[in-house]
């Protein structure tokens, strides 16, 4: 007796670039273009990013303590970690399960409550290290309003380029070249070099995102 075909799935992303060399640097190529493609097809992905740089300019504006500080990272880092491993155990399961299964549905909102968990948590944690240090807080007026006139510009420059829409590479590029300015400009008086390295990696993140996005693009055109 001859079995049905599946029905396959035609709303998923491109298929993952292949593997090229297995030395220790082709490795970290490799984890690189993984993130970047998660940040590319997970819309959720391109919301932490955006809320990790919004993270760093609150880290980079006010002394915190050492263990704010590292509990805000580990937070962030766990939430990009938490999302990463969602988006690999969707491709999992589409490529395991090529047609609509109600376990499937229900193992991909198992892993998306994961991070929805973590992420409210990491909320939670934020607030209360500024309920915490609300002192310091308010004795930074100045910082902190630098912070907000050069910082909400410089997110949303890295929200731009993270933007799924179709645009010139020269747009691409003033954005980038915008967020680098302001955040030179902010960096002049960080209280935290390590928030401030860490919003120019996420700034980076978004950058080379554009830069996927806009080459796979033209890959899907000259086809």
């Known amino acids: 007796m001859q079995l049905p075909a599946r029905?396959?799935?035609?709303?998923s992303p491109p298929p993952?670039?292949?593997r090229r060399?297995?030395?220790?640097?082709?490795s970290v190529l490799h984890a690189w273009s993984g993130l970047i493609?998660?940040?590319?097809?997970?819309?959720?992905?391109?919301?932490?990013?955006?809320?990790?740089?919004?993270?760093?300019?609150?880290g980079s504006g006010i002394p915190l303590g050492l263990a704010e500080k590292v509990t805000l990272i580990f937070c962030v880092l766990l939430i990009f970690f938490a999302e990463i491993l969602n988006s690999a155990l969707e491709h999992l399961v589409d490529l395991a399960v090529q047609e609509v299964h109600e376990h499937a549905r229900?193992?991909?909102?198992?892993?998306?409550a994961g991070v929805l968990v973590l992420a409210i948590g990491t909320v939670v944690i934020f607030a209360?290290?500024?309920?915490?240090?609300?002192?310091?807080?308010?004795s930074h007026g100045p910082?902190?309003?630098?912070?907000?006139?050069?910082?909400?510009?410089?997110?949303?420059s890295a929200a731009a380029l993270m933007v799924d829409r179709p645009?010139?590479?020269?747009?691409?590029?003033?954005?980038?070249?915008?967020?680098?300015?302001?955040?030179?400009?902010?960096?002049?008086?960080?209280?935290?070099?390590?928030?401030?390295?860490?919003?120019?990696?996420?700034?980076?993140v978004a950058g080379d995102s554009a830069r996927l996005r806009r080459r796979s693009g033209a890959q899907g055109e000259s086809r």
């Not at 029905?7 to 709303?11: E, V």
């Open 7 to 11: 029905k396959i799935r035609m709303d």
């Open 16 to 18: 993952y670039p292949s």
């Open 21 to 26: 060399g297995n030395g220790l640097w082709q």
């Open 37 to 58: 493609h998660t940040v590319v097809h997970q819309p959720n992905m391109r919301i932490h990013v955006t809320a990790a740089i919004l993270v760093s300019l609150v």
């Open 106 to 112: 229900t193992t991909k909102d198992a892993a998306a």
């Open 128 to 138: 209360a290290i500024l309920v915490h240090n609300w002192e310091t807080v308010t």
């Open 143 to 156: 910082e902190i309003r630098r912070q907000v006139i050069l910082g909400l510009p410089l997110a949303a």
């Open 167 to 204: 645009r010139p590479a020269a747009v691409d590029v003033g954005l980038f070249l915008l967020g680098c300015t302001l955040l030179a400009a902010l960096a002049r008086q960080t209280q935290s070099l390590v928030f401030s390295s860490m919003t120019l990696g996420l700034l980076v």
